[in-house]
């Protein structure tokens, strides 16, 4: 499974229902689900961003159908990044030094 990290931010319309949020939270884990998709860990934050999603997925549309589901509710909005763990950077490294780009 792939493993990506959202920064969240809230809409105007999220905002004026913030009080729902973990209540929203627990909709959302029970829908990634029927996906595939399985959340690790949801933080909300102070600062630039408003909260921090950790999921993983089995491939990329299971996380892009999970992200369009999420944001078609209109509550937040999200910039995804794709992680990778330690062991996958080592699989990776080799295959960036064999050339071919630039």
């Not at 029970?30 to 996906?35: D, F, I, P, Q």
């Not at 950790?54 to 999420?70: C, K, Y």
Request: proline share 3%.
């Amino acid at each position: 499974m792939a493993t990506f990290i959202s920064t969240i931010k809230f809409t105007d319309q999220g905002m004026k229902t913030v009080g729902e949020t973990t209540r929203r939270v627990a909709a959302i884990k029970t829908a990634a689900k029927k996906l595939g998709v399985k959340i690790s860990n949801v933080y909300w934050t102070v600062g630039s961003y408003d909260g921090v999603l950790i999921f993983e997925a089995p491939d990329d549309p299971a996380a892009a159908t999970f992200l369009l589901q999420l944001g078609s509710h209109g509550n937040v909005r999200t910039t995804t990044n794709r992680a990778f763990t330690a062991a996958e950077m080592e699989e990776l490294l080799p295959k960036s030094s064999e050339g071919g780009v630039g």
